[in-house]
Nanobody
Framework: QVQLVESGGGLVQAGGSLRLSCAASGGTSSNYAMGWFRQAPGKEREFVAATSRNGGSTYYADSVKGRFTISRGNYKNTVYLQMNSLKPEDTAVYYC?????????????????WGQGAQVTVSS
C-alpha cells in the first residue's frame, strides 16, 4: 500500500509560481508512474501531467504545456509539479497519483493510489 501526501499548495497572484510536492511512503515512487490531476469546483477531475516510472517520458495537458513541469526528486520518493505563469483558471485541488502501469497515464482510471489533494488558488 502506497500513501501519497501532497504539499506546497496555497494562494498566489496570476503570473506567479508554486511548486507542489508529492511524498510517497509504503513503497518507492520509482516503481510507479506518477501523475498530477486537478479538480475545480463544479468540474470533473482532469489530467495535468505525468511521468513514466523511469522518468524518461513526461506528458502534459495542452492547457499547462510550457508552464508546468513534472519531475522526480533525487531520492525517487518525491515527485514535484513546478507551476509557472499561473492563471486564475489553474485554481483547483491538485491530486498526486501513482500507477503500476506505464501507459494510459492521461486517464485517471489507470492510477491505483491517490493523495488527499492540495488547494491551489490563483487570484487575478
Amino acid at each position: 500500500q502506497v500513501q501519497l501526501v501532497e504539499s506546497g499548495g496555497g494562494l498566489v497572484q496570476a503570473g506567479g509560481s508554486l511548486r507542489l510536492s508529492c511524498a510517497a511512503s509504503g513503497g518507492t515512487s520509482s516503481n510507479y508512474a506518477m501523475g498530477w490531476f486537478r479538480q475545480a469546483p463544479g468540474k470533473e477531475r482532469e489530467f495535468v501531467a505525468a511521468t513514466s516510472r523511469n522518468g524518461g517520458s513526461t506528458y502534459y495537458a495542452d492547457s499547462v504545456k510550457g508552464r508546468f513541469t513534472i519531475s522526480r526528486g533525487n531520492y525517487k520518493n518525491t515527485v514535484y509539479l513546478q507551476m509557472n505563469s499561473l492563471k486564475p483558471e489553474d485554481t483547483a485541488v491538485y491530486y498526486c497519483a501513482a500507477a503500476g502501469l506505464d501507459y494510459l497515464l492521461r486517464a485517471s482510471r489507470t492510477y491505483d493510489y491517490w493523495g488527499q489533494g492540495a488547494q491551489v488558488t490563483v487570484s487575478s
